[in-house]
T-cell receptor, first 109, second 111 residues
Framework: KNEVEQSPQNLTAQEGEFITINCSYS?????LHWLQQHPGGGIVSLFM???GKKKHGRLIATINIQEKHSSLHITASHPRDSAVYIC???????????FGTGTRLQVTL | DSGVTQTPKHLITATGQRVTLRCSPR?????VYWYQQSLDQGLQFLIQ???????AKGNILERFSAQQFPDLHSELNLSSLELGDSALYFC??????????FGPGTRLTVL
């Protein structure tokens, strides 16, 4: 079993829909990261959180440390949100990251 | 733009060869991480350097090595290349917070 599990693996949504991507992990962590990878390959850090909730524009990330679970929400989704979203955990050992397998999101008009 | 640069962007080489990938961290960042992204294994941590010293090692093969120089840039050396080494190689730098900033990656193709 992977230390970091994401669901769903693939997600197709229509423009304007509310999207949720889930991440569960099995180890103690000091922080959890949500990353975005566009088809060109580059990786962008969206959020780093260790408790509670963070919001940037239409993106919201939450984490429940007791349940070892995090969610990434996208409100009013748009085709430019189409990307792979990757959850990664920092178990506190030199801050090296362990990654989930990613969720491929496609938002259509 | 994350402020992290990687060269080259693409690299095509043959089995058995040796290549060097280069990474320059964000100005002032002392930590550099190397990650490999392959189709079958996903993203995996390879190695971390902090201010010139190796700090942590992950799933890095013995054929691979890295170093960080006094100007804080880092190089990842891959030798005796095999087809399975074809992947995207990312470096990331970390400053005083724990957030990591990723470079654009080097796409390595081994033929």
């Amino acid at each position: 079993k992977n230390e970091v599990e994401q669901s769903p693996q693939n997600l197709t949504a229509q423009e304007g829909e509310f999207i949720t991507i889930n991440c569960s992990y099995s180890v103690g962590i000091s922080a959890l990261h949500w990353l975005q990878q566009h088809p060109g390959g580059g990786i962008v850090s969206l959020f780093m959180l260790s408790s509670g909730k963070k919001k940037h524009g239409r993106l919201i990330a939450t984490i429940n440390i007791q349940e070892k679970h995090s969610s990434l929400h996208i409100t009013a989704s748009h085709p430019r949100d189409s990307a792979v979203y990757i959850c990664a955990v920092d178990a506190g050992t030199a801050s090296k990251l362990t990654f989930g397998t990613g969720t491929r999101l496609q938002v259509t008009l | 733009d994350s402020g992290v640069t990687q060269t080259p962007k693409h690299l095509i080489t043959a089995t058995g060869q040796r290549v060097t990938l280069r990474c320059s961290p964000r100005s002032g960042d002392l930590s550099v991480y190397w990650y490999q992204q392959s189709l079958d294994q996903g993203l995996q941590f390879l190695i971390q350097y902090y201010n010139g010293e190796e700090r942590a090692k992950g799933n890095i093969l013995e054929r691979f090595s890295a170093q960080q120089f006094p100007d804080l840039h880092s190089e990842l050396n891959l030798s005796s290349l095999e087809l399975g080494d074809s992947a995207l190689y990312f470096c990331a730098s970390r400053g005083t917070s724990d957030e990591q900033f990723f470079g654009p990656g080097t796409r390595l193709t081994v033929l």
